[in-house]
């Protein structure tokens, strides 16, 4: 195997088995091998993410595995970051994401903003226990393609209808794509509430995230 294919292997593999010493070695490897920072990313290790989606949804791989697989990834981003041309590694599109209002849980929610982020989205996280009136404002402030929203409670689930609303008197749900998620929502919730997408796991969820800005190209 040539030189590049091998090192983008293993920078693949490496996503796939979690090895954060092995890929920060492998991005050294691929810089100093003259290999491009934005293909080290894009064709090695963000294959490897696709191939760690897949084991997900086939039930080989669980949570804990996908959290570790982006903790690997930002790693090794880390290492060839300061090589890419400024500009060079355009995101695909940009989230808005945060936990709604009265709502402290946030371990899904991370996990949604880890992938994305790996996936190549720009995600301005806004925490948790987030308002409507915020999450007007960062739409205002950042003009993401997409708002993401997430709801733990059956008590503040039917918060995210407040911030459909409030997008809506805002003049701007028509500017982004909605999306939601959470253990107690449902399809039909998310279709009740004016959400443009539902899905049961971060995997799904950043799949519908990458078809909404793929179609919007
Ligand atoms: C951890 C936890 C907590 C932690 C939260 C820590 C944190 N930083 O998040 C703490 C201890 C703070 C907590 C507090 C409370 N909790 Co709590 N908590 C849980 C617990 C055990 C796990 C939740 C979790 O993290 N799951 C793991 C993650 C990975 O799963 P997930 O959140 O569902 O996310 C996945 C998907 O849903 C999806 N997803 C999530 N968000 C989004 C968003 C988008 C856009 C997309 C696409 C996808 C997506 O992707 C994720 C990954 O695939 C659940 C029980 C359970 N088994 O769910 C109870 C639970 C949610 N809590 C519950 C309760 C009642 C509370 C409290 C009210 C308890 C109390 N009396 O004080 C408080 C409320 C605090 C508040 N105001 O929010 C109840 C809710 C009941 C209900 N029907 O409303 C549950 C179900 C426990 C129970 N069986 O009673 N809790």
């Known amino acids: 195997m040539p030189r590049r294919e091998e090192i983008l292997a293993r920078l693949r593999d490496c996503i796939v088995n979690f090895d954060i010493d092995g890929i920060k070695d492998a991005a050294r490897e691929a810089i100093e091998a003259g290999i491009p920072a934005y293909d080290a990313i894009m064709e090695g290790m963000a294959k490897g993410m696709e191939i760690v989606g897949r084991k997900y949804e086939e039930g080989e791989y669980f949570l804990a595995e996908l959290i570790m697989a982006g903790e690997t990834m930002k ?47 720009e995600v301005i996280d806004l925490g948790v226990d987030v308002s409507a009136d915020k999450f007007v404002e960062a739409v205002k402030q950042y003009k993401p393609d997409i708002v993401g929203m997430s709801a733990l409670l059956t008590t503040t689930m039917i918060n995210m209808k407040k911030v459909v609303e409030a997008l809506k008197e805002a003049g701007l749900k028509d500017k982004v794509k909605i999306i939601v998620g959470g253990a107690p929502l449902t399809e039909e919730f998310a279709r009740e509430i004016g959400a443009d997408g539902y899905a049961p796991d971060a995997v799904l969820g950043v799949e519908i995230c990458k078809k909404w800005v793929s179609v919007k190209r």
């Open 75 to 121: 790693e090794g981003v880390s290492v060839l970051e300061p090589y890419l041309r400024s500009g060079e590694f355009l995101r695909i599109g940009k989230v808005v994401i945060g936990t709604v209002e009265g709502d402290l849980h946030d371990i899904g929610k991370n996990i949604v903003v880890t992938l994305l982020s790996a996936s190549g989205f």
